[in-house]
């Protein structure tokens, strides 16, 4: 099985609180969409198959 061909994309939304003078913590939360190409080899020949897959995404950060 190999794969070609990938498309990933993942938009993103978060917000900045502040938590000192020079300090602020960072959260986001996303939604991570792929759309993956596979190829098949055999003793009956080649098939292909195209697969999505989703996933939700946190990210966690802190800015000094």
């Known amino acids: 099985m190999i794969s ?9 939304v978060g ?3 502040k938590v000192s ?5 960072n959260v986001g939360l996303g939604y991570e969409i792929q ?3 596979f190829y098949y080899g055999g ?6 198959s195209s697969e999505n897959s989703g996933a939700i995404s946190i ?3 802190i800015s000094f």
């Open 4 to 12: 070609k061909e990938v498309f990933l994309l993942n938009p993103t």
């Open 59 to 61: 990210n966690v950060g």
């Open 35 to 37: 759309k993956m190409d």
């Open 21 to 25: 003078g020079k300090s602020a913590m």
């Open 15 to 17: 917000v900045s609180f």
């Open 43 to 48: 003793y009956y020949g080649y098939y292909s």
